[in-house]
């Protein structure tokens, strides 16, 4: 990855809807050069899409949690099964599988308290392999949209 690359992808997470002319003549290269450099950072898999920020408020769902997870047995068919069943309830952002004390972390966005209530309640306790859950309202997300690649440790003595 180079200055050209690192310029790409640093104006498209600005705005992903930056047309590829508008890129080129920011970066001062040739549009079928910046056309060939976005392809080439998607067949890589740097750049995995384009996704429009949603105002989660604006859909209903203005109340955030995270929801610490451990089931029981811990099994990769048990792991497996639960992450694929929560990840498609509709109030399930994001699932993270984790080591240490607890298994998963939900992020989950509901209308108010008592739909929250509900979701734990009627979705995760009906559910046989979960041994305990904590609940963690969230008041405030900082959200680092903006990504650069990380110098490398080996290099950053010389």
Same mark, same amino acid.
């Given at each position: 990855?180079?200055?050209?690359?690192?310029?790409?992808?640093?104006?498209?997470?600005?705005?992903? @809807?930056?047309?590829? @002319?508008?890129?080129?003549?920011?970066?001062?290269?040739?549009?079928?050069?910046?056309?060939?450099?976005?392809?080439?950072?998607?067949?890589?898999?740097?750049?995995?899409?384009?996704?429009?920020?949603?105002?989660?408020?604006?859909?209903?769902?203005?109340?955030?949690?995270?929801?610490?997870?451990?089931? @029981?047995?811990?099994?990769?068919?048990?792991?497996?099964?639960?992450?694929?069943? &929560?990840?498609?309830?509709?109030?399930?952002?994001?699932?993270? &599988?984790?080591?240490?004390?607890?298994?998963?972390?939900?992020? &989950?966005?509901?209308?108010?308290?008592?739909?929250?209530?509900?979701?734990?309640?009627?979705?995760?306790?009906?559910?046989?392999?979960?041994?305990?859950? @904590?609940?963690?309202?969230?008041?405030?997300? &900082?959200?680092?949209?903006?990504?650069?690649?990380?110098?490398?440790?080996?290099?950053?003595?010389?």
């Amino acid at each position: 990855m180079d200055e050209i690359d690192a310029g790409i992808i640093r104006l498209l997470q600005a705005d992903a @809807r930056r047309s590829n @002319r508008e890129l080129a003549r920011t970066l001062g290269i040739a549009p079928s050069t910046c056309l060939e450099r976005v392809r080439a950072l998607t067949r890589r898999g740097v750049i995995r899409g384009y996704h429009a920020d949603i105002d989660l408020g604006a859909l209903n769902r203005g109340l955030q949690a995270l929801v610490s997870v451990q089931v @029981r047995p811990l099994s990769r068919t048990v792991i497996e099964t639960f992450k694929t069943t &929560v990840s498609g309830f509709p109030e399930v952002l994001s699932v993270f &599988v984790l080591s240490g004390g607890d298994d998963f972390l939900l992020h &989950v966005a509901v209308q108010d308290l008592e739909h929250l209530h509900a979701f734990l309640l009627d979705r995760l306790t009906s559910r046989r392999e979960i041994a305990t859950f @904590r609940t963690s309202m969230i008041f405030e997300r &900082v959200h680092n949209t903006k990504l650069s690649r990380l110098p490398d440790p080996a290099s950053a003595g010389a």
